[in-house]
């Protein structure tokens, strides 16, 4: 049994007070470094201050590419998660036989980015395929799915070779109209219009002196064309295309301003027309769905609508044009979005969910969702639906949906330039001097991949060949290059 003095006692209460406080604070700074540490942050920089590190994922296509930053070389390769403290840093993506990849990174502490998009390009693309082609100016059409192109030459034939460009050693599908459905006449064709959802069916349209006829023509049975403008009574000033991108379901624009809809397997007609207005343009965007413009308050101004469940609402108002409104939809990530350009419009509208604000709006005005401040004169969605894209040929703005941020830069080609989707994040351009270039979305490593290009660029749904008119002093060819497998 342990006997102790009053002092000693005081002593021994002291040592276990000051012992649970050391526990204490000792419990306290390990919990603060455990939940510092999981919020990313790193207790002793080398400068001595708390920094948080942020987690940026590096992916690339192909995979197994070295990862530098800041010029330094990181141990694992793509796709890797790297922590790194809050900070900008260089980013560069390496692998023998590709183009180096370089990026600039802002990244905070706390968050998570991701360099999902990054493509590497072989260093020197092979060639696949030289397909000598008669002189001339080609037109072109590619299917929804990627794969197959239809191309003719404007030069008052009526044949058209279809490519398979998955395959681009494949002889070429041929089509032509025959004599018992073009008379005495000659027809050349005049422009495709539209690819089928199927990818089997495509519209084109030819001419003879003034007079149109509009062929249907099936991929899978190049003798099975059908004349629509026989078989349904079109006049010279209708426009048709695919409703609901269904082979079968037939759009008609009268000049009269009333839009209706024929079957094209028993050539039927509805009696009703799809809207009771009367319409100027017209553009279906996917599900039954449609904007279009009619007249507006005024003679100088058209009112905008969109059709959706059956009911039309106008959601803008604005002045007329003699330059065509540009439209497009898409949907990503469960929304719905309708870019606006072209006309009398100085910038170019991206509306989010507009079915769903027009209900609600106040005095029939929908606000844009984003305003990208440049004149578009052409404009379009990324093949995921993530970045809209408008130019003007001379500079390209870009607003990434996914990110919310925007872009605008001054187009990489010798202005002005052809320009548009090369494939899910990066874009082409085609300048004066014919070079082919492509960059991604937000116009940093641009590439020059090829020289004597005429024309846009046609790139596979794999995202393996890209396919052009090549055009040398003395012949004209559709050539296929390899995007994909390194050089050797």
């Given at each position: 049994?342990?006997?102790?003095s009053?002092?000693q006692?005081k002593?021994?209460?002291?040592?276990l007070?000051?012992?649970?406080?050391?526990l204490?604070?000792?419990?306290?700074?390990a919990s603060?470094?455990?939940?510092?540490?999981?919020l990313?942050?790193?207790?002793?920089?080398?400068n001595?201050?708390?920094?948080?590190?942020?987690?940026?994922?590096?992916?690339?296509?192909?995979?197994?590419?070295?990862?530098?930053?800041?010029?330094?070389k990181?141990?694992?390769g793509?796709?890797?998660?790297?922590?790194?403290?809050?900070g900008v840093?260089e980013?560069?993506l390496?692998?023998?036989?590709?183009?180096?990849?370089?990026?600039?990174?802002?990244?905070?502490?706390?968050?998570?980015?991701f360099?999902?998009?990054?493509?590497?390009?072989p260093?020197?693309?092979?060639?696949?395929?030289?397909?000598?082609y008669?002189?001339?100016?080609?037109?072109?059409?590619?299917?929804?799915?990627?794969?197959?192109?239809?191309?003719?030459?404007?030069?008052?034939s009526?044949?058209?070779?279809?490519?398979?460009?998955?395959?681009?050693?494949?002889?070429?599908?041929?089509?032509?109209?025959?004599?018992?459905?073009?008379g005495?006449?000659t027809?050349?064709?005049?422009?495709?219009?539209?690819?089928?959802?199927?990818n089997?069916?495509?519209?084109?349209?030819?001419?003879?002196?003034?007079?149109?006829?509009?062929?249907?023509?099936?991929r899978?049975?190049?003798?099975?064309?059908?004349?629509l403008?026989?078989?349904?009574?079109l006049?010279?000033?209708?426009?048709?295309?695919?409703?609901?991108?269904?082979?079968?379901?037939?759009?008609i624009?009268?000049?009269?301003?009333?839009?209706?809809l024929?079957?094209?397997?028993?050539?039927?007609?509805?009696?009703?027309?799809?809207?009771?207005d009367?319409?100027?343009?017209?553009?279906?965007i996917?599900?039954?769905?449609?904007?279009?413009?009619?007249?507006g308050?005024s003679?100088?101004?058209?009112?905008?609508?969109?059709l959706?469940?059956?009911?039309?609402?106008?959601?803008?108002?604005?002045?007329?044009?003699?330059?065509?409104?540009?439209?497009?939809?898409?949907?990503?990530?469960?929304?719905?979005?309708?870019?606006?350009?072209?006309?009398?419009?100085?910038?170019?509208m991206?509306?989010?969910?507009?079915?769903?604000?027009?209900?609600?709006?106040?005095?029939?005005?929908?606000?844009?969702?984003?305003?990208?401040?440049?004149?578009a004169s052409?404009l379009?969605?990324?093949?995921?639906?993530?970045?809209?894209f408008?130019?003007?040929?001379?500079?390209?703005?870009?607003?990434?949906?996914?990110?919310?941020?925007?872009?605008?830069?001054?187009?990489?080609?010798?202005?002005?330039?052809?320009?548009?989707?090369?494939?899910?994040?990066?874009?082409?351009?085609?300048?004066?001097?014919?070079?082919?270039?492509?960059?991604?979305?937000?116009?940093?490593?641009?590439y020059?991949?090829?020289e004597?290009v005429?024309g846009?660029?046609?790139?596979?749904?794999?995202?393996?060949?890209?396919?052009?008119?090549?055009?040398?002093?003395?012949?004209?060819?559709?050539?296929?290059i390899?995007?994909?497998?390194a050089?050797?």
């Amino acid at each position: 049994m342990e006997f102790l003095s009053p002092q000693q006692k005081k002593q021994k209460t002291r040592r276990l007070f000051l012992g649970y406080g050391l526990l204490s604070v000792l419990v306290v700074l390990a919990s603060y470094i455990l939940i510092s540490t999981a919020l990313g942050y790193e207790l002793f920089s080398s400068n001595g201050q708390v920094v948080q590190n942020g987690l940026l994922f590096v992916n690339s296509r192909p995979n197994g590419a070295d990862i530098y930053v800041n010029g330094s070389k990181e141990a694992s390769g793509t796709n890797a998660k790297l922590a790194l403290p809050e900070g900008v840093y260089e980013i560069s993506l390496r692998k023998d036989g590709y183009k180096e990849w370089r990026s600039s990174v802002d990244l905070m502490g706390g968050t998570v980015e991701f360099l999902s998009f990054p493509r590497l390009l072989p260093s020197d693309p092979k060639q696949l395929a030289d397909i000598p082609y008669q002189n001339g100016t080609v037109t072109a059409l590619q299917s929804r799915d990627k794969r197959w192109l239809a191309l003719s030459l404007l030069d008052g034939s009526n044949n058209i070779d279809l490519y398979d460009l998955d395959n681009p050693n494949t002889p070429a599908i041929k089509f032509s109209l025959p004599v018992s459905l073009t008379g005495d006449k000659t027809y050349r064709l005049s422009k495709y219009l539209e690819w089928a959802g199927d990818n089997k069916h495509f519209l084109a349209r030819f001419e003879s002196d003034g007079s149109p006829l509009i062929v249907l023509f099936n991929r899978e049975d190049p003798v099975d064309l059908d004349n629509l403008t026989s078989t349904l009574g079109l006049q010279p000033t209708d426009e048709i295309g695919f409703w609901d991108a269904k082979w079968d379901q037939i759009y008609i624009h009268h000049q009269a301003g009333i839009v209706q809809l024929a079957n094209a397997k028993d050539h039927s007609l509805e009696a009703a027309p799809i809207t009771s207005d009367s319409v100027l343009e017209f553009l279906p965007i996917g599900g039954k769905r449609a904007v279009y413009s009619v007249a507006g308050p005024s003679d100088k101004e058209v009112n905008l609508k969109i059709l959706a469940e059956e009911k039309s609402y106008i959601f803008m108002t604005i002045d007329k044009s003699d330059k065509p409104l540009i439209m497009h939809a898409a949907g990503f990530n469960r929304n719905d979005y309708i870019a606006l350009g072209g006309g009398s419009l100085e910038k170019t509208m991206l509306f989010k969910n507009l079915r769903v604000q027009v209900k609600t709006a106040e005095n029939n005005h929908v606000a844009p969702y984003v305003l990208l401040p440049i004149q578009a004169s052409d404009l379009d969605f990324s093949r995921t639906n993530r970045f809209i894209f408008a130019t003007d040929g001379l500079q390209n703005s870009v607003y990434d949906i996914e990110q919310k941020e925007y872009f605008k830069y001054d187009v990489p080609a010798k202005n002005p330039a052809l320009s548009g989707w090369f494939d899910d994040a990066r874009l082409y351009s085609v300048g004066f001097d014919k070079t082919l270039s492509i960059y991604d979305f937000n116009g940093d490593n641009v590439y020059k991949i090829s020289e004597s290009v005429n024309g846009v660029p046609y790139v596979n749904g794999g995202v393996t060949h890209a396919t052009f008119d090549f055009q040398s002093t003395s012949s004209q060819s559709l050539r296929t290059i390899d995007i994909e497998t390194a050089t050797n």
